[in-house]
């Protein structure tokens, strides 16, 4: 089980594996919108506190703004993240597992988690409607609530069609027993993954001790 | 079928938390994503709870709006906006080159001792701690850096990768820390407070280790001989490129410790400062989006599991099992401490099959009550409670040591991350050489946790001056 | 039958009246009716309302300055009107402000009926720094408060800083927050006054409006028996709240920032007559704000007339 690794994900000219990368172009943004988010908070924190400290004057609803972007960047790359394999989970017993019976479990895992993104769509968007129906803001200074809570359901909807696309290439896989299959992340063993996240750290072109 | 149901409506809470939970765990056995399988374990729950109430009909629509609220209600909390500043910091902290001025400075001041090149080693993978939260990473870099090294100097190859392996795991400790501020926020307890907590403990481990490297290396002068001294000049001179670090050490104790910002504030500022550095030495948007990319994924990550498990704490909480749980516990007739003990060392055998923040994530919601309950209660004070510590003590005190344990399990067998991540690292190193090589130093982390158990006060003296405890 | 009931934090004088509803409840019933009290175990303070609404759970407190916009209404027992009444008092008054016409629609769109209110004496501030002296020495300070005190010293220059409860205490230590305003059990809960250098001790500018709301289903469901438990404990449930309140709670309050040796600072009548002139055009503010949701003007009217009834 790992944190971080990005796993292999195959591709080739099929009808699914064009769909997935068009699909993953745009997951990729939103990844990098969440990103940016996370840039743009540890500016505002260190403007709130450099304000604080140097003239008395800190940002204005510094927390509601905080907290109002914090499902944006907890939220929008979560299809992305599932797409690359990247949400943990326990692979020791299913990493003995090929073939047709590896693509079997998977589809059967993919598929409970499909379902329960869907109940999850419908009820964060009623969570979504209450606010906009009703009326919700934020503490200090009224900001509604209703776009970030309307950003869960939206991210988990991208999810769901992720995962529906996950389950054709499962269920494609298990079909025709396909040993290598696209559009789904691979399990690849420990040191594969070690090696992996190492890069992580490691592929910008290092000056002092060129590899 | 009807019978089923019905049988099922009558459970009691307890049983019902029971099945669910099992339920939890065979979806993580058969591999679903932890957070996935933690939420729909906990939206089940919800189900089988409003149904008994309310009939099928109504008690699942209720269980699908509660579900709903949770991801929002849940992520949208301020201490957790601490995550993704500590994430940032560990990426840009190696775009700006620190890894590499670290080891020299360290190399140059302590290389001269026996298997001093280790020590050093040791040393700069606690300064990069200080800037660094995740400890793959760490271990990942410095294989890269300090390894080759060593083997220059003619050490034995999995005495170095065993360093290197070992010295990762100081991260976690050492603030900035992820995983510390997830525990703080699982339990309810002040992040400030449980960061500061895990500076001594830290740097306690850091000494354990150079003194373990510094006697192996007498014992035995093939595996770690010294290394050229070098002069007071080069010593100093080796500093400024340092410094950066100390910079942010110094605005993480000056926030939290010094009592004048917040951690989220100081983590952002430590982010700050290493992003300027990061650019002057010549980071472009190219690795800046890469950064903010992997950034965001684990952030993802993270939150993810936080809110998935939390949509299973809140079933939870409608069973009141936590309650039962510490109800049981504290029933037991044997010495708290026995209890606390095995407490520990099924964390140390899930660990060895689970991710740290997954683990914790999973059991803290049942077995930290119960800890407390063991102590004598959210209320207790020292005088009276069962370890000698207040109920603040306790959760400070447990949750280093938990995640001093969930570290070492990153250095065990069979999947110890650190160490597959060095021997992926270098090419001359097995898997099996590093596994051998950091024998010595799971037994100096058998040590620490013992120490940590016996001198409760090197974890809580940090946090009672700011008057936690 | 039973109910869950989502409080927050720790039992604490502001949750003793639903603690003792509970008990009544049990005693009048047998047992047969119980209220099972969950602190923290079923939403987040803030979602309290969404969990009425959904049916979660049937009985819930919250405190309407945390989200104005769920609750536009029960704000106008916020507003500073510069009276210091008595706890048997404004407890009279928020149940009748309650049960107006306009606050029941404005609940109803949660399924909630205000069952009670949670009645809380005049908030003061404790702060650290240099003791406030002029009403301009609040200027810039980050104060963490309802929405009526706060709309006052925003006047003044005060900037409103809404802190999670919970963190309060750490806030204040690390500067993020300047100064509290609470009613006393919380500045006791939060332990303000072992950081705080000053506290003031007659500040009218108005308290918090934290009712206790029931689902109105489930409310209507009760069998008729349950149902004259529950409301029929209610007086008493509230009678001991104040009792422990004002009997208790306000010694301990005093003890605890004369022990940590606090400066009391008390505002001059001239003071008082200025904060009084702001806190007017608050008043007048709330009514033009809330004008077009719904008929600011007559709740005001009537909610004025009761606490000027009281003199
Ligand atoms: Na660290
Ligand atoms: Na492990």
Same mark, same amino acid.
């Given at each position: 089980m790992t944190m971080s690794s990005s796993h292999l994900v195959l591709s080739d000219d099929s009808l699914l594996s064009r769909v997935d990368r068009a699909l993953f172009w745009l997951e990729a943004r939103l990844t990098l919108l969440g990103g940016i988010l996370i840039l743009a908070l540890v500016l505002l924190a260190t403007t709130n506190v450099l304000g604080r400290w140097l003239f008395d004057r800190p940002v204005n609803g510094y927390i509601d703004w905080v907290e109002q972007a914090m499902a944006f960047f907890a939220f929008l790359g979560i299809a992305y993240t599932q797409r690359l394999g990247?949400?943990?989970?326990?692979d020791i017993l299913i990493a003995r597992l090929s073939g047709r019976w590896l693509w079997g479990v998977e589809f059967l895992s993919t598929l409970l988690i499909l379902l329960l993104t869907l109940v999850l769509v419908y009820g964060a968007w009623l969570h979504f409607y209450r606010a906009w129906e009703i009326g919700d803001s934020s503490l200090d200074i009224d900001l509604p609530t209703w776009p970030a809570k309307l950003v869960v359901p939206v991210s988990l909807a991208f999810l769901a069609l992720r995962l529906s696309l996950q389950l054709w290439g499962y269920g494609r896989a298990f079909w025709r027993g396909d040993p290598s299959p696209v559009a789904v992340p691979l399990i690849e063993d420990t040191a594969t993954l070690a090696a992996k996240e190492a890069e992580l750290m490691l592929d910008e072109d290092d000056p002092e001790n060129p590899s | 079928m009807s019978n089923l149901f019905d049988a099922m409506m009558a459970m009691s809470h307890t049983e019902i938390g029971i099945w669910v939970t099992g339920a939890m765990l065979l979806f993580v056995l058969i591999g679903v994503r932890v957070a996935f399988a933690a939420a729909l374990a906990g939206f089940l729950g919800l189900v089988w709870i409003f149904s008994a109430k309310l009939g099928f009909e109504r008690g699942f629509l209720v269980a699908v709006k509660m579900a709903g609220t949770i991801p929002h209600s849940k992520v949208s909390? $301020?201490?957790?906006? $601490?995550i993704p500043a500590f994430i940032l910091i560990g990426f840009l902290a190696y775009h700006a080159g620190l890894t590499r001025s670290l080891f020299e400075a360290a190399k140059r001041w302590v290389g001269w001792l026996p298997g001093g090149m280790g020590v050093a080693t040791v040393f700069s993978t606690a300064g990069f701690a200080a800037v660094s939260g995740a400890s793959v990473a760490t271990s990942a870099v410095f294989a890269r850096i300090a390894v080759p090294e060593m083997l220059k100097l003619g050490y034995d190859k999995r005495f170095a990768a065993g360093v290197v392996a070992a010295g990762g795991t100081l991260a976690s400790l050492i603030p900035p820390s992820a995983i510390l501020v997830i525990y703080a926020i699982i339990v309810e307890q002040d992040v400030g407070a449980l960061l500061m907590a895990g500076f001594l403990p830290g740097m306690v481990s850091a000494l354990i280790y150079a003194g373990l490297v510094i006697g192996l290396a007498k014992w035995r002068r093939n595996l770690g001989p010294p290394a050229p001294r070098y002069d007071w000049k080069a010593r100093l001179a080796a500093l400024p490129a340092a410094l950066p670090v100390l910079i942010v050490v110094g605005i993480i104790f000056v926030c939290i410790y010094g009592g004048v910002g917040t951690p989220t504030e100081a983590g952002s500022l430590g982010a700050f400062v290493i992003l300027c550095l990061a650019l002057y030495k010549g980071m472009r948007w190219k690795e800046l989006r890469g950064a903010l990319l992997e950034t965001a994924k684990l952030t993802v990550m993270i939150f993810t599991i936080i809110w998935g498990v939390l949509i299973y704490v809140r079933f939870l909480g409608f069973a009141d099992l936590p309650h039962a749980f510490a109800e049981w516990i504290g029933g037991l007739h044997q010495s708290p401490m026995v209890t606390l003990l095995l407490i520990l060392c099924a964390y140390a055998v899930l660990g060895m099959f689970m991710d740290a923040i997954g683990m914790l994530l999973l059991t803290l919601p049942v077995v930290y009550p119960a800890v407390i309950a063991l102590n004598g209660g959210p209320d207790v004070v020292a005088a009276e409670s069962a370890f000698g510590l207040s109920a603040v003590g306790v959760s400070i005190w447990f949750g280093i040591i938990v995640v001093k344990m969930a570290e070492l399990c990153l250095i065990t !067998? !069979?999947?110890g991350l650190n160490c597959f991540v060095v021997a992926g690292v270098r090419p001359e190193c097995s898997v099996q050489d590093v596994f051998r090589g950091v024998v010595p130093f799971f037994a100096a982390d058998v040590t620490t946790i013992g120490v940590l158990i016996a001198l409760p006060q090197i974890v809580l003296w940090l946090p009672s001056q700011m008057g936690f405890g | 039958t039973e109910w869950n009931v989502s409080l927050w934090g720790k039992r604490r004088a502001f949750t003793e009246h639903v603690e003792k509803l509970a008990e009544l409840v049990d005693q009048k019933t047998n047992g047969q009716f119980k209220l099972n009290i969950s602190y923290g175990g079923l939403s987040k303070p803030k979602e309290n309302l969404d969990g009425i609404a959904i049916g979660a759970f049937e009985m819930a407190q919250f405190c309407s300055f945390y989200h104005k916009q769920k609750n536009p209404t029960i704000t106008v027992t916020e507003l500073p009107f510069s009276k210091d009444l008595s706890l048997t008092r404004i407890a009279e008054i928020q149940s009748k402000v309650h049960k107006h016409p306009i606050v029941v629609k404005d609940l109803a769109r949660w399924n909630a009926t205000l069952l009670m209110p949670t009645p809380l004496p005049q908030y003061n501030i404790i702060g650290k720094g240099k003791p406030v002296k002029e009403l301009d020495d609040f200027k810039g300070m980050r104060i963490r408060g309802p929405g009526g005190i706060m709309g006052v010293l925003g006047k003044l220059g005060a900037i409103k800083t809404g802190v999670p409860f919970t963190e309060v205490r750490q806030a204040m230590d690390s500067g993020v927050i300047d100064a509290a305003s609470f009613a006393p059990h919380a500045h006791l809960a939060t332990k303000t006054y072992k950081v705080g250098k000053w506290a003031t001790? &007659?500040? &009218?500018l108005g308290t918090a409006d934290c009712p206790v709301v029931v689902n109105t289903d489930a409310l209507n469901a009760l069998k008729p028996e349950y149902r004259n438990a529950l409301m029929g404990s209610i007086d008493e449930a509230l009678a001991y709240y104040i009792d422990n309140y004002e009997n208790k709670v306000i010694g301990e309050y005093e003890k605890a920032i004369d022990e940590a040796g606090l400066k009391r600072v008390t505002f001059t009548p001239a003071q008082t007559a200025r904060l009084n002139e702001l806190a007017e055009s608050v008043r007048e503010d709330w009514v033009k704000h809330n004008a077009k949701q719904f008929d600011s003007k007559a709740l005001f009217d009537f909610t004025a007339a009761l606490f000027n009834k009281s003199e």
């Open positions: 990247g949400h943990i989970r326990m | 909390t $301020l201490a957790l906006s $601490l !067998p !069979p999947i | 001790t &007659n500040l &009218n």
